[in-house]
């Protein structure tokens, strides 16, 4: 079946540092692949996301790209800010499977440190 | 739009109790989500309805579980009698499916707390 793998956290960088999350994923078909962020106290809100291979997602300096190859979407950002601090979930959905639901990593605990 | 909205933020019940939940998805959106967030278990799916109709409930937890969806506008997840594990964040989220890469929209979630 789906599955989705992102590396435990918490991860903690002093500001400025780069950023780099990685997520890996299993899938039987053509996943879109999404990482999504969590603030305190909110609910998940899509950061960016890619739909086919090679293809890059972006926002708000934030990257991932789509690599079949070593199927991973690891999420990375070149100066982090306090205000990155949340959790980020990588996640996938796959309706050639025959659902349309995501499967979401366990998430992964950013704290940026002033 | 308002986005996802859900009710109460807050709910505080003692064991025993039938609590609901309740979710208005985005206007136009065809499926909805039900989801529950703990530390131990993180985010699971609980069940999802495309067009007010229940796809998948494989992740409602026990018959104490239960959600609806009575109109394009309105869903409700309830628990019937709540138990102190039953304590977590419930998500609520819609999605509009027209092609691959579909955003889910979540809502704010309610936390409950069983005593």
């Known amino acids: 079946g789906n599955s989705v793998t992102q590396m435990e956290g918490p991860v903690t960088l002093s500001e400025e540092a780069f950023l780099t999350i990685n997520c890996t994923y299993t899938?039987?078909?053509?996943?879109?692949l999404f990482w999504y962020v969590q603030y305190p106290g909110e609910g998940l809100q899509l950061l960016l996301k890619a739909t086919k291979a090679d293809d890059k997602g972006s926002n708000k300096g934030f990257e991932a790209t789509y690599r079949k190859e070593t199927t991973s979407f690891h999420l990375e950002k070149g100066s982090v800010q306090v205000s990155d601090s949340a959790v980020y979930f990588c996640?996938?959905?796959?309706?050639?499977?025959?659902?349309?639901?995501?499967?979401f990593g366990t998430g992964t605990r950013l704290k940026v440190l002033a | 739009d308002a986005g996802v909205i859900q009710s109460p933020r807050h709910e505080v019940t003692e064991m025993g109790q039938e609590v609901t939940l309740r979710c208005k998805p985005i206007?136009?959106?065809?499926?909805l989500f039900w989801y529950r967030q703990t530390m131990m278990r993180g985010l699971e799916l609980l069940i999802y309805?495309?067009?007010?109709?229940?796809?998948?409930d494989s992740g409602m937890p026990e018959d104490r579980f239960s959600a609806k969806m009575p109109n394009a506008s309105f869903s409700t997840l309830k628990i019937q009698p709540s138990e102190p594990r039953d304590s977590a964040v419930y998500f609520c989220?819609?999605?509009?499916?027209?092609?691959?890469?579909?955003?889910?929209?979540f809502g704010p979630g309610t936390r409950l707390t069983v005593t």
């Open positions: 996640a996938l959905s796959d309706p050639t499977s025959g659902t349309y639901k995501y499967i």
């Open positions: 206007s136009g959106h065809d499926y």
């Open positions: 899938a039987t078909g053509y996943p879109s």
């Open positions: 309805f495309n067009n007010n109709v229940p796809i998948d």
């Open positions: 989220a819609s999605s509009l499916v027209l092609a691959a890469g579909y955003e889910q929209y």
